[in-house]
């Protein structure tokens, strides 16, 4: 009976600290949230990126979360012209399509290598594959006084590191 009864009060004094550990975790996540929402956040538009940045969508939505905040996006802004048939036509669809198609031809192995030299400062040849130009992606094309400003990402899972790794 004894054996019962400590058992018992084991169970309750387990179950009590159980209680107390989760009421402190809640009082963490608390504070966290508090800070969270008393710090000033600024929104980052798409001009400003340059260089190992977040998910493209989420600069756009503005919906940043914690996963969205590896830094696996590498950005840089190319000038490129669109095609002349496109500014002949005045078609803003065509112009902007011209645009990409230009930008991505002309700068993808560009922008691929950039990220590569950030992440290497030893190594000057590098090797640009199949998988490397398919991560590459035009953001945004803005068509000014016959040229556009167009910015490219290159998505590269696990970012810097990853191509650091890459080159050892």
Do not use: H
């Not at 969205?68 to 669809?93: G, I």
């Amino acid at each position: 009976m004894k054996f019962i009864n400590y058992l018992t009060i084991l169970f309750f004094i387990s179950c009590s600290s159980a209680q107390s550990e989760l009421k402190n975790l809640e009082d963490k996540a608390t504070t966290i949230e508090n800070s969270l929402s008393n710090t000033k956040t600024r929104v980052i538009s798409l001009d400003e990126l340059n260089g190992w940045g977040v998910n493209p969508e989420s600069v756009i939505t503005g919906n940043l979360s914690l996963e969205s905040l590896n830094q696996d996006w590498f950005y840089k802004k190319f000038s490129s012209k669109p095609l002349s048939r496109a500014v002949e036509l005045k078609s803003e669809s065509f112009i902007q399509s011209s645009c990409k198609k230009n930008s991505f031809l002309e700068n993808s192995e560009i922008l691929i290598l950039e990220a590569f030299k950030t992440s290497s400062s030893t190594k000057s040849d590098f090797e640009i594959k199949k998988e490397d130009k398919e991560n590459v992606q035009v953001i945004k094309c803005v068509y000014l006084n016959s040229n556009c400003e167009c910015i490219l990402s290159f998505n590269v899972k696990g970012g810097q590191e990853a191509l650091k790794k890459r080159f050892n």
